[in-house]
């Protein structure tokens, strides 16, 4: 045998050896039922580890800029690489966020990933939802999950918003000064929550610090509790599996042990798992299967991660400077996952601010458009698995078209978020068609109402007819074959 054919057996048997050293020190056979626990073989499963992945990297980046971050709204002397700003006196949090992009080795680089990371963090969460909403996996008994899935997606626009604030940059500080608007807007409880987020007025010298703890302890705790329960709940739950198409045939165990690459499932090594059984889920084991698929995952966002920082530029804030109370940047807008809410405050006509009577309570169009009308959405993505109720447990997912109703919510709320973050971008849109936002808001303010509703009675009677023509198909067929017998 050949010294290449010696290391092509070698390769090949290095999982098994790799086990082995592994069970001789942490004793891997006596957690072989979790080690055993089935992962369904779906590529869009996958979304959830490529969030869970980001927010590792999140933390990976963030500690590393941390180390030179410096919360604090002082001025000090600018002594840096930039000559823009040299010799000026710049708040510190801006000098040193300068320090890192221009001065530090990888600063630039670091911070571009951190930046994109949390993008794709919040991308991947948003297409996870989207993907369990319409294949209807957040049905009985999955609703905890579906609850704590819609909690981590508002934690993660908010540690979104306040790194953003961070900078303190001319145009970050602009941008945040609309979240303390809206903050201070709420009724009764304004005035408490703006001190308790931003330190009182906006921007004062508590206001970066109160956001710099916010962004690097409160939020990434309970962004990390809640995806420990969310990956509990997983373990503890069978999980999610499409429909089989067939009865699916196992490898026999070896020895009453489940055979690495065999078909396994919740339930234990089965020889055939038959078609309808839901008491199992059939698909990769944990170890070492579904492990070596994490591991392919995790290095594909952080190559795609990578890749993003290295040829797309995050926010310049050299170009801006450093925050200046008297000054308002040409263009301000938020990140796209906060455009729908940008959006809805600025087609909301200010005739809906009004006080109540004899309380005296005011209720403002910031409140109606940036808190009210977000907190609605969010509650009632929380709730929608008791609005689609089911008192029987369901395992297998469902088809989209096979969910007439369900599909055509979801597509009218997927048009409703695109409607609002157009508007949110009216003047970029007014600016492209060659008209006022005058011109463009009422388009848009009625689009809000009808394109969603359209669509989604669109989409209802498309699957509706689709499906009575399938039931009158399987219908004939049956009776085709009962005048054959």
């Known amino acids: 045998?050949?010294?290449?054919?010696?290391?092509?057996?070698?390769?090949?048997?290095?999982?098994?050896?790799?086990?082995?050293?592994?069970?001789?020190?942490?004793?891997?056979?006596?957690?072989?039922?979790?080690?055993?626990?089935?992962?369904?073989?779906?590529?869009?499963?996958?979304?959830?580890?490529?969030?869970?992945?980001?927010?590792?990297?999140?933390?990976?980046?963030?500690?590393?800029?941390?180390?030179?971050?410096?919360?604090?709204?002082?001025?000090?002397?600018?002594?840096g690489s930039v000559a823009k700003f040299q010799g000026e006196e710049v708040p510190e949090a801006f000098a040193s966020v300068l320090h890192i992009t221009y001065d530090i080795p990888f600063g630039m680089f670091i911070r571009r990933m951190h930046h994109w990371a949390a993008h794709l963090f919040v991308a991947s969460i948003g297409l996870h939802m989207l993907r369990v909403f319409f294949t209807g996996a957040y049905r009985n008994p999955r609703e905890p999950n579906w609850v704590v899935g819609t909690a981590l997606a508002g934690l993660s626009m908010g540690a979104a918003y306040t790194g953003y604030a961070l900078p303190f940059d001319e145009f970050a500080a602009t941008a945040t000064g609309i979240g303390y608007n809206l903050a201070t807007s709420i009724p009764l409880v304004g005035e408490v929550i703006g001190k308790a987020f931003f330190g009182g007025e906006f921007p004062s010298s508590a206001t970066i610090p109160r956001l710099y703890f916010i962004h690097v302890l409160i939020i990434p705790i309970a962004i990390g509790v809640l995806l420990a329960i969310h990956m509990m709940i997983l373990v503890r739950q069978k999980h999610t599996e499409a429909p089989r198409d067939d009865d699916v045939r196992g490898l026999t165990p070896k020895g009453g042990q489940p055979t690495d690459g065999a078909v396994t499932s919740d339930g234990g090594t089965e020889s055939v798992v038959p078609k309808e059984d839901d008491s199992v889920v059939v698909g990769l084991p944990a170890f070492p299967n579904q492990t070596a698929v994490s591991a392919v995952v995790f290095f594909l966002t952080l190559a795609t991660v990578a890749m993003l920082a290295g040829f797309l530029p995050v926010h310049n804030i050299a170009e801006y400077g450093p925050n200046n109370p008297a000054g308002t940047p040409e263009l301000i807008m938020p990140d796209w996952f906060l455009m729908w809410v940008y959006g809805l405050l600025k087609l909301l006509p200010s005739w809906m601010s009004f006080t109540i009577p004899v309380v005296g309570i005011h209720i403002s169009t910031e409140f109606v458009g940036g808190v009210l009308l977000p907190t609605l959405v969010f509650g009632i993505i929380a709730v929608w698995p008791f609005v689609d109720y089911h008192d029987k447990s369901v395992h297998f997912t469902a088809n989209p078209l096979d969910r007439s109703w369900q599909t055509a919510v979801g597509v009218a709320a997927v048009q409703f978020i695109m409607i609002a973050s157009i508007a949110g971008m009216n003047n970029l849109l007014g600016r492209a068609l060659g008209v006022g936002t005058g011109v463009i808001n009422p388009i848009l303010?009625?689009?809000?109402?009808?394109?969603?509703?359209?669509?989604?009675?669109?989409?209802?009677?498309?699957?509706?007819?689709?499906?009575?023509?399938?039931?009158?198909?399987?219908?004939?067929?049956?009776?085709?074959?009962?005048?054959?017998d």
């Not at 082995?20 to 626990?37: E, I, P, V």
Request: charged content about 25%.
């Open 1 to 79: 045998m050949s010294r290449i054919d010696r290391l092509a057996d070698q390769s090949a048997d290095a999982g098994n050896r790799v086990y082995d050293w592994m069970n001789a020190r942490f004793d891997l056979d006596s957690g072989r039922k979790f080690l055993g626990k089935a992962f369904p073989a779906e590529d869009s499963f996958l979304l959830g580890e490529v969030a869970l992945f980001c927010f590792l990297l999140l933390v990976l980046t963030g500690m590393f800029l941390g180390m030179f971050f410096e919360p604090s709204t002082s001025d000090v002397k600018y002594e």
């Open 445 to 484: 303010t009625v689009a809000l109402f009808v394109v969603p509703i359209g669509s989604g009675l669109l989409t209802y009677r498309i699957l509706e007819d689709s499906t009575e023509q399938e039931h009158a198909r399987q219908y004939t067929e049956q009776a085709e074959e009962a005048d054959d």
